[in-house]
Every structure is written in C-alpha cells, then in structure tokens.
C-alpha cells in the first residue's frame, strides 16, 4: 500500500523550532529549490570571473618566476624570458584547443577525471583526480597566504597573527561559497573585470614605450651574439627548462572551466567554449605583454617588491594608482583560491558518487553547492596552513605539477574517445581524425611540459607528489573497498527475508530486561513500555549499599503488574557487571537475545548531567565490549523520561 | 514475584572481553570486595605516616615563615621566633587536645563538616566543607610545586617543562592513591619515618650545641632591653602578628586525622587519639627545637637556601649528609599531598552523600577508595598548576585561613554537642562541662587565630577565600536544588501508576515509523521488529535524487507484508525535514508518540562512521530540536545490523 504522502508544509523552507536552521539560513541564505537549480547557473559574465580567476591571477607572478630562475646566471639570459613565454603561449593554445574539444564531448563537466574515468581506467582517473585536488588545496592555503601576507607587510603588528588570520580568510571563502556558486561569482566578478582592465593597460602602455635599445641605454641584457654562446652552452639547458616551468604556473586552473561545465547556462559547452576562449585570448595577452614589458624596462626580480609592483612603479610612479593596483592584486590573489571552492568539490563530489570519496561529499546543500565538500577543502587547507606556518609558498613548485598531470591524462583520454567516435563512425569520421590529432598534440605537449616541470622541480618538493598521489589513491581504494564489502554485505536475499517473517504474536514471549535502581517516574514509564512488548519484562535490582534495594522490590511487587524480579548481588559494587552477566546468562536460557529497556532520564540541560550518573549510556558501552559478534545485534530501547524546568 | 537470582559469575572479579577492565586492574590492582574494607583499614604506624604527613612537613618551612615576617624590622625581632612559636605550640596543644574529645564523639569520622552540620546548620558545615577542600587542592598543587621546584633547581635544563611535570607529578600521587589507602600508606611510610628520625636528631644535636651567648659571640639579635622597647612600638604589633600567622602554616593538616576515622583500624577513636597524641608530641618537638636551633645559630632567611637547609649545613657541613636529607625533605614536601589524596576525597564523598556534590563523588571504586573523588582532586590541582605556572607559591597564604575556619568550626560545634550530652544528662554531667571547656578553649584560640592570620594575610591574598568560599556554597545550592527537584519531579503517584497500566494488547494499533533509504538488511531488521510491535507500521522513504525512491518502493511492496509505505517529496533536498514533518503529522493525528524505529548500520571500525551518513542520529538530533515539551518523551528504537570485517 503506497501513500503518496501530502507534501506537508514543505512549502516553507524553514523547519519550526529548530535555532541551527535559523543560523544557518541567516547566514548562507534561504534554501534554494532543487527545481531553479537552472535559475542557478551562470552565463558568460559571470562565469568567466569566478573559473579563470585561478588562471588570470597568475600573470602577477608567473613573469617572475620566470626571471628568477634565469637569474641564476645572472641578467644575461634575461632575453630569453620573451622566447620562452612565447613557447608558454603556444603550449597554452594547443590546452585551450583541446579543451575546447573536450567540453564539446562532455559538456556536463568533462574534467580529467571524467575524461580518464571513461577511456584511460580507474587508476589514471584516481592519478588525474588525486593530483588536481591537491593543487586546489594548494591554491587555497597559497593564495590565502599571499593575500595575508600582503596585509601584513601594510601592518606588521599583525604579524604574529598571520595563521589566525590565514584561517580566517579560508573560513571567509567558503562561507561565500557556501552562500551559493552565483553570490560566489557575484563577489568575484567586479575585482576580475578591474583586474583585467588593469592588466591590459599596463601590458598596452609597456608596449608603447620606447625600449631600451631606441632610447639608446646600454642594455643590461645580454647581445643576442653573446646569447647565443650560451645557448650552445649545455650547462644552459636545466636553467632554461627551470624557467619555461615556472612560467607554467600561468596554466592553472584551466581545468575548472572543463570540469565545471554543469554549473553554466545551458547550452553548457557553447558558454564554457566561450570562457575558454576568452581566458586563453586575455591571459595570453596579458602574460605575454607584462613579460615584453618587463624585458624592456630592463627589470630584475627582487626579494621586497614583486615584478608587477615594479613594472607599475616605472609607468605610472609610486603614487596613489600604484597602491591602489597593488591592492587589487593582493586581492585578485587571495581571490584566485574561488576557483578551487568552485570546482574542488564538484570534483569530490564526482569521486564520491563512484564510490572513491565518503559518500558525504556527494550531499547538495541548501544553496545547491556541495556544501560538506566545500567545508573539507577549507579544512585542510586550513590544516595545511597551520602545519606549515608561513612555509606554504614552498609548495607553489607542486602546483605545475598537478596541472600538468591532468591536462596529459585529459587529453590523452580524449585521443581514445576520438578514436572510438571514428571507430563507431558516422559522417564526420574525418573531422574525429583532425580532433584526434588536435588533443594528441595537446596531450604530447602537456606531457612534455609535465615531465620538464618535475625534472626541474623535483628537488624543489615535487617529489612530495610522488607520495601524496598514492596515498589519495590508496584512501580511495580502501573507500571503495568498504562500500562494496558494505552493500554486498547488506544485500537481502529471499533467504534472509524469510527469516525475518515475524508477527505480532511472535514477541509475546521475548524476555525484556529492565534494570532499575528505584522505582522513580522514568522507571515505571520504562517498565510500562516494557510490558507493552511482551509477557516475559524482568526487573533487575542490584543490591549494592548506595541503592536501597528492599525498598525497590516492596514498590516495584506494590505495583501488581506481573513483573519477575531479579536481585543481583555484587561484592564488588559494581552496578555495571552483574547485569551485563544477567544479560547474557538470559540471552543463553532463551537462546535469543534479550531486549534492554533502560530509563533515562533527561535533565532540562546538557551541562546537568554531570550531576547524574548515566547508568543506562555505561550499560550499553559494557555491553558493547562484552558481547560477542553473533549477540552484537541486541535492541536497546532507551526510554526518556524528560526533566521540567524547575 | 522474586527471583533471588543465583551470584552468576560474580565470584571472578575479572569481566570478560572488557580491555579497559584489564587496563585498569594491571594499574590499580585486583578489584576489592566490599567484605575486605575492615583488613585495608590502618593501624597507628600505617596511619601515621599517611594522615600526619602533611602536618609534619610543615616543620620544613614554618619557622621560615616567622623569620621572614620578623625580618621586616631587621634583624632585632628575631628573639621574639621562640616565644612566638612557644604561643603556636600552645595553640596547636589545644587543638589536639579538641581533637581527641571531637574523634571519641564522631569515631567514624568527624571533621569540620560533620561537626557543623550536626550543630551550626548546613551553611556553617558548607563554609568549613569548602575551606578545607580548597586547602586540600592548594597542598596538592603546592606540594608537588615545591617539589618539581627542587628537581628543576639540579636540572635546571628541565624548567621549561616545569608544568608537565607538575601535572605528572599529580597525576602519580593519583594513581598511588586509586591504588587504595594501604598502598598510599605503605609508600609513604619509610619516608616519613625517615624525615621524623632526621629532624629529631637537628632538634637534638641544635638544642646541644652552645649559644652565641655561651661562646661569647656578639649575639646579632637585639638584647633583651631592645627588645623590650620595640615590644612597647605599637607598630611592631602587625609585624608580630604576621609572625605569628606566618608560623600557624604548622597547623594545616591536623583535621585529616578526625575526618578520616573511617580508614582507621577499630576502635576507630583509639587509634584516631594516639595518632593525634603522636602528631602532636612529634610536631611540637620538632618545630620548637629546629625554631630555637635557628636562633641559636643566628640564622636569617636568605633568598635561595632554606633556613632548615641552612641549619643542617651548619650542623653537618655541606656534604653528603646535607645532600640526602635535602633529598628526603623535598621528597617529604612533595608526598605531602597524599594527607590531601586520603582525605578531600572523602570529604566530596560526605557531601555528595548530602547532596551537595554530584553524587558521582559518592562511588566507592575498585580499590576501595572514592576514585572519582581522586580524579576529580587531581584534575582541579592540575588546572591550578597549570593556570598559575610557577605561581602557585603565592597561594600559600590561604593554607592557614582554610584550616583554622575549620578548625574554629568544628571546635564551636563541639561545645554546642557537650551541652547536649549535658542537657540530655546521665551520670557524666560534670565531664561534659569540662569537655566543653577544652573545646570551647580549642574554638576561641583558633577563632583568634583565624582573625590574626585573616588580618595579616588580607591584602597576600587571604580575600579570594571571600570569593572562592561563597562560590562553592553557590555551587553547592544549586546541586542539592536540581537533586531535590528532580527527586520530587520524579516521585510516582498512584495516579501515575495507574495512566501507566497499559497491558500486550495495548500497543497494536501504536504507528511505527521507520525511515528508509533503500531496502537493505538492516532495513529489513527494523521492519521486522517494527512488525512485532504493532500492526501499523508505516515505512517512510524520502523521494530525492539521490536514492532511487522508485526502486525502493517495489522492493518494500515485494515483501507482501502488510505495510503502509509512505512517500515524502522534498524540493529542498532535505532528509530529515519531510521525516521530521511526517512524524509530526502522524503524532497529531493519532493523539499519540508515533514510535520511530531507526535501522542503523554498524561498521567494524569506530572511524569507518566518517564513510556513512548517520541519518539515523540526524533525525534524532532534528527531532529533539523540534519536538514540543509534550512530545519530547518520544521512544526511538535503533535496530542496530553490524557489519562483518570484509
């Protein structure tokens, strides 16, 4: 007999009586129906500002990092910098490319995850998935660290506070991201636009100015005839690949847009094509201007004062524009960590849908984000932030790494998935020949980016994901391990449910244990619950000096309610012992288990019970410890008998 | 009708299957029986050691204390350390002489508080209660201060871990103490002997040795004549008194004695009498003659040697005889605390007895001995070492105050128990007069005393016994209040009983709701014993994404058993929302508590819950939040299936 149930007062989103809904709805907003999760999505606009904030932020120091590795032998390699954030810019096209291929063919969220899942088996899906969340955790505590730091160069009072600080913003961020994806997006979206157009100028008015060469300085920068000496140098080499790889961090967080595609507006691939495009229009503009600027201003790399900063300070001077600038980046830097709330845990989320991730994180919130996901990303950056103090910066060199795993698996799952459509054919088997062969070229150079970036980070900590990616593998697979053991475990069978045919007449002779120590309000209301359960309910009285236990037997035998009394004694005071021995001598003469019925009784306070002694809580915890696996099952019903206030 | 049910078991003191168990009697030993209390009663030279302890360790820094006060006028009131502590010895003769009438009238016990509580009323019984257990918890941290205090002083590489060895130190005298009173008393024995041979022999061999006088050294205190002017300074008074005061620390611990009678071997006021006789006799002795040694020598308090340090170096030199017994001492400071360790907790027993304590405090552990009692004793001076740091030295002051409110307390309410005896008459009449006389005596001296020392000490520190005293009264009065409260809430009433009358046949037609997800073996476990406590069982399944409600309805209705099946949609996503609603609706239309029968499942491993949702607990919690007083006593039934290791 199915009842379609009225949908009772579900109409109002928030449930009486209940102060934490209260809270939590003042906070994070009025739950949001499952139905205007369209209403949810973001276009253009606001999509791009909260997906390629990761990604847009990093022109404020992948120049940089460039520069200082070719520091290393001196200023004259400087030159190259412009070559290789040109081999960046091309490395970057060919990712866009592919991806703009990839969302096409997963446009609900096609990330490596998906992509290695379907075509490439479990392990490369748990590497690729493994190695993106922890470069979003790593955006997380790094970006946040950054953004703090910058505050407290402003004022070092606040020094010693920085972690507390550090914490703080990661709570900040995910309250905004609990808050929903379009309030997110809405907070990012006027600091990234400034951001860009910031950016833009400065790239616009670095390139308008007359180089070093024509206003006739002595370059500090090498000849290009003394360049090239060193470039035949093969000592060279290692310092080369070491700077193409920190330009490489200029490519995080592309992978958001490709995983993310959900939470666009439909159609999903048509929006991300567009974000994709324009991120890699404005982020190859950007990076590649601030570097030709750089070069042109003949700048080096500082300890105090980043290269952005100085690049401001040389076109527009140390004025008011120049901290206000400065400001927006400390910002769109702290900022940059939104695109990990984004997509972190839709990622988890998909991993625990599979079964690889607690089956928690799959859990949609009131505001149609996974709120338990987002809380476990803030958590353990958080974590990462308080173990290693102010050190996260170590860390930038395991972004790339990541990044690059996952654009390689990515794309390499993509040649597959092309060769299958070829495979299954159709009408555009040629055009899948030439997709094919624009993610194979992705998938080759991402790869070779990949191993560059570990050859030339490894000392530097990469080595440190050759540990971590296995140990997220092996959580998974001790995860996935469990929920199978767990569903095959709980799976019925006819045999099973035949066993438990049992009707109301079967329970009338089911021995029920009541232990009492007097015979107060909550014994009686247990003991009447009791008897409603069966003909066979046992008082046990433990006659222990504390517990006047004659008294109990002359009022519990005052009741004339047929009930056996059992008096246990115990030289050892324990009230605990003799019962549980009672309970199983009972379980063995019956030859099933017993059922408990305890009293509680439940002061109007939490804090009042420190004044009781929790008799029925320490029966069940010794039971627990006594019991064997086969009398494990045993139904304990506790019933409350609730305090007033007096 | 009763079933005296056979000792099952019961004569193993060991449970089975219960680790803790183990642990715990491998720590403390082989539970006790009830029968044995009398053989681990002490004798005199067990009892000794253990209640006089803390008494006797006070000869270590007592006429210390009354140099340091003298020395605010120089040197020249040194002369006056004798017949101050003549004055003290005098007191103290009183007070033992109190004493042994108190322990002949209360040979089971009959400190302060008893005492007071018989005769002054509850509020005079909770005020010397209170002082004493703050004076117990003062020693105990105190105590051990002092000696990690001497430790740290040789290893000085060991004071940045001054607090945790504190702590461990506490938590050591706890675990001799949870061991039982015989094995506490055992350990301090030796010691203790030691100490009393050890300052026996200074007090002789100081007594023995010339006089500045005789030696015809100038003596560097102030001639009789001197000292006869600055008895006439109205100044010198406070001084004089503060001495005095300073020299009462003595005093502390003489109560211990008349609490305790219990743990004493039968008869318990012989015993009780002779120890206190012995106590008296030895701290006499040992105070006056190591007071006027001091003098003798010229000795003045320094900043970083003790005084009776000094007495024995001048005694002995600095060798190794002066090295061990500075070891002893030390040791002998620090074991002090066990007199604290016997006493407070039974002490909080007596009180929680009365109820004005949790009653907790009133279980007799194991051992013998109130465990909780202990712990509790423990964990308090653990939180004052930790709070205060090395300061806990500044709380000294307080000491005296605590003891002499007791001991004026107990000594005013002995004289009102002598006029009892007199008043109720019989052959001794004339014995009560002068026993009343005695303790009359008793009270006024030390009721002066308390006023001096209360004086003196005002400003040290003596006012937070002003706020710390009223406090636990507060406390106290809210305990006994919630107790009484409780107990008349909980008071059955024939009418009571009679609404309760509710028989097998009563409970067919109670709704029983039980919420499921899918149809899995531990679902069928809940709807089986579901089945056997009513004909109406309704299963209730929430229609959201995440299940598949569709699938879970045709395995429910596959059963063929007779169920109403229950379909709640829910736009937020919510679980436990429709749940909650659906109970709700049913309470109001049945006019009763629909009981919930909850399927659980139960991993192997306590930390594989992070893999499972806990719904079960969800709504429980939900419900309690926003059920109405009325509906609170809802009975909810977890079925309980445990998963097998896979």
Redesign the interface.
């Known amino acids: 007999?199915?009842?379609?149930?009225a949908?009772?007062?579900?109409k109002r989103?928030l449930?009486?009586?209940?102060?934490?809904a209260v809270v939590r709805h003042f906070l994070f907003g009025h739950?949001?129906?499952?139905?205007s999760q369209e209403k949810e999505s973001l276009g253009f606009f606001l999509g791009l500002p909260i997906l390629a904030i990761d990604a847009l932020s990093s022109v404020a120091y992948a120049t940089e990092e460039i520069l200082i590795a070719l520091s290393v032998a001196g200023t004259s390699l400087y030159g190259l910098s412009i070559p290789i954030a040109i081999a960046i810019v091309i490395l970057l096209t060919s990712v866009i490319a592919s991806y703009t291929q990839t969302v096409q063919a997963y446009p609900d969220g096609g990330g490596a995850y998906t992509i290695a899942k379907n075509h490439l088996g479990s392990t490369a899906s748990l590497v690729a998935a493994s190695s993106l969340l922890i470069d979003y955790i790593l955006t997380v505590s790094v970006s946040v660290t950054a953004g703090v730091r910058a505050i407290t160069s402003s004022y070092p009072s606040l020094l010693d506070k920085s972690t507390s600080l550090c914490v703080l913003g990661i709570l900040s961020l995910a309250w905004i991201n609990l808050r929903g994806i379009r309030e997110s997006a809405k907070f990012v979206m006027p600091f990234v636009y400034a951001f860009i157009a910031c950016m833009l100028m400065i790239g616009g008015l670095g390139l308008s100015i007359p180089s070093p060469q024509e206003i006739g300085q002595s370059a500090p920068v090498a000849s290009s005839a003394s360049l090239t000496t060193h470039l035949l140098d093969l000592a060279m080499i290692p310092i080369i690949l070491r700077a193409f790889a920190g330009g490489c961090t200029a490519m995080t967080g592309v992978e958001a847009i490709a995983n993310a595609g959900s939470i666009l507006r439909r159609p999903h691939a048509v929006v991300a094509q567009r974000i994709l495009l324009a991120l890699g229009l404005l982020l190859g503009m950007m990076f590649l201007s601030i570097t030709i600027t750089a070069y042109r201003l003949n700048l080096t790399p500082l300890e105090n004062e980043s290269l952005l900063s100085q690049v401001i300070r040389a076109l527009w001077g140390g004025g008011f524009i120049h901290n206000a600038t400065q400001i927006l980046i400390a910002l769109i830097l702290f900022l940059a960590a939104n695109t990990a709330f984004a997509d972190a845990p839709r990622l988890s989320a998909m991993l625990a849908r599979d079964g690889w991730f607690?089956?928690?994180l799959?859990?949609?919130g009131?505001r149609l984000v996974f709120s338990k996901g987002i809380l476990f990303l803030a958590l353990l950056a958080s974590l990462l932030v308080i173990v290693f103090r102010g050190q996260v910066h170590a860390l930038i060199p395991l972004y790339a790494i990541g990044v690059f795993s996952a654009f390689t698996l990515s794309q390499a799952g993509m040649v597959l998935y092309w060769r299958n459509c070829w495979r299954t054919g159709g009408n555009h088997r040629g055009s899948f020949i030439i997709k094919g062969m624009v993610n194979g070229f992705g998938a080759f150079m991402t790869g070779l980016a990949l191993m560059v970036t570990f050859e030339a980070k490894f000392a530097e900590g990469a080595f440190l994901i050759l540990i971590a990616v296995p140990l997220i593998i092996l959580f998974c697979l001790w995860?996935k391990?469990?929920?199978t053991?767990?569903?095959e475990?709980?799976?019925?069978s006819n045999s099973?449910?035949s066993s438990?045919?049992?009707?109301?007449a079967?329970?009338?002779e089911?021995p029920i244990i009541v232990p009492i120590s007097r015979?107060?309000?909550?014994a009686?209301?247990a003991?009447?619950?009791a008897?409603?359960?069966?003909?066979d309910v046992r008082i046990v009285i433990v006659d222990?000096?504390?517990y006047n236990a004659q008294q109990t037997?002359i009022?519990v035998?005052a009741?004339q309610?047929?009930?056996?009394?059992?008096?246990?004694?115990?030289?050892?005071?324990?009230i605990i012992?003799?019962i549980?021995?009672?309970i199983h001598?009972v379980d063995k003469e019956s030859k099933k288990l017993a059922v408990l019925v305890l009293p509680e009784?439940?002061?109007v306070h939490w804090w009042?019970n420190?004044?009781?002694?929790k008799t029925s809580e320490t029966i069940v915890k010794?039971l627990s410890?006594?019991?064997?696996?086969e009398s494990?099952?045993?139904?304990?019903?506790?019933?409350?008998?609730?305090?007033?206030k007096?």
């Open positions: 007999m199915v009842l379609k149930s949908n009772i007062s579900l989103a449930p009486d009586n209940d102060p934490w739950p949001l129906r499952t139905s607690p089956k928690q799959y859990i949609i009131d995860i391990r469990h929920y053991a767990t569903t475990q709980l799976d019925v099973f449910i438990r045919i049992r009707t109301f079967h329970s009338q089911r015979l107060h309000r909550g009686v209301e003991i009447a619950f008897r409603e359960m069966s003909r222990i000096e504390r037997i009022d035998e009741l309610w047929d009930l056996k009394i059992i008096v246990l004694s115990s030289p050892y005071r324990s012992r003799p549980i021995d009672y001598s009784t439940v002061p009042e420190i004044l009781h002694n010794a410890w006594s019991e064997t696996i494990q099952a045993r139904i304990i019903i506790n019933v409350p008998y609730y305090l007033e007096n």
